[in-house]
């Protein structure tokens, strides 16, 4: 039943390492996000897919790269991992509002958030 | 200036008070508003969006000033269980961009 999901919850890893966190939501939304949240708690866009459309994508170090395979998911994949990585990552979905009509309020849902800790 | 400030906190009140929040906003073509509630170490949840007449939902009040390009929660008689961090976010809906855009967040301690 969960809306958005992500996985892993949890990654300990090592510096220089990849890793991927994968994202799913069953809502039927057409946009999906990539959020960071750092240490002092402050939310970050760094990517948002729309239709599988890659349409904003902040300044990511280019060691991130999404991937959209259909409008449901949005992984995120990080190469050659730095301790500043270190962070909660979550991935969030809306419905575009011009398209949805009027009840749509245009809430945007997380999921439950990845915390990455780089060694 | 930052597109959305809020001021941080910590507000420390008592259960039983009232307490307002505010949050202002840089780009006047901002369309959508909304107060979203984060407890510690969760995902933050919309706790409502913030209409042009103003809007209520039970013991909070959200009040939106488009000339001053704020938007303000009201908090009435305060429960342990609001504690958390409160975050306004703006949504400017120009050029297909789909942004949400959050402040830092305003953390909010109510004292037994």
């Known amino acids: 039943d969960t809306a958005v999901s992500q996985t892993p919850k949890y990654l300990v890893t090592q510096m220089g390492n990849d890793k991927s966190i994968k994202c799913e939501q069953n809502?039927?939304?057409?946009?999906m996000y990539w959020y960071k949240q750092d240490s002092k708690k402050f939310l970050k866009i760094m990517f948002s897919?729309?239709?599988?459309?890659?349409?904003i994508n902040e300044t990511v170090p280019n060691r991130f790269s999404p991937k959209s395979p259909d409008k449901a998911h949005l992984n995120l994949h990080i190469n050659s991992l730095e301790l500043g990585d270190s962070a909660v990552y979550f991935c969030a979905s809306s419905q575009d509002r011009r398209t949805s009509g009027r009840e749509n309020t245009g809430e945007l849902f997380f999921g439950e958030g990845s915390r990455l800790t780089v060694l | 200036r930052k597109e959305v400030e809020q001021d941080p906190g910590p507000f420390n009140v008592p259960e039983g008070a009232t307490v307002a929040f505010n949050c202002t906003y840089s780009n006047s073509a901002s369309q959508s508003f909304f107060w979203y509630r984060q407890d510690c170490r969760k995902e933050p949840k919309l706790l409502m969006s913030v209409y042009s007449s103003g809007n209520e939902d039970g013991r909070f009040t959200a009040q939106l000033n488009r000339a001053s390009q704020y938007i303000s929660l009201l908090i009435r008689d305060s429960k342990l269980s609001d504690s958390a961090t409160y975050l306004c976010v703006v949504y400017p809906i120009t050029s297909g961009t789909y942004k949400y855009i959050f402040g830092t967040g305003t953390r909010l301690k109510v004292l037994a």
């Open positions: 809502l039927g939304h057409d946009t």
């Open positions: 897919y729309n239709n599988k459309e890659l349409i």
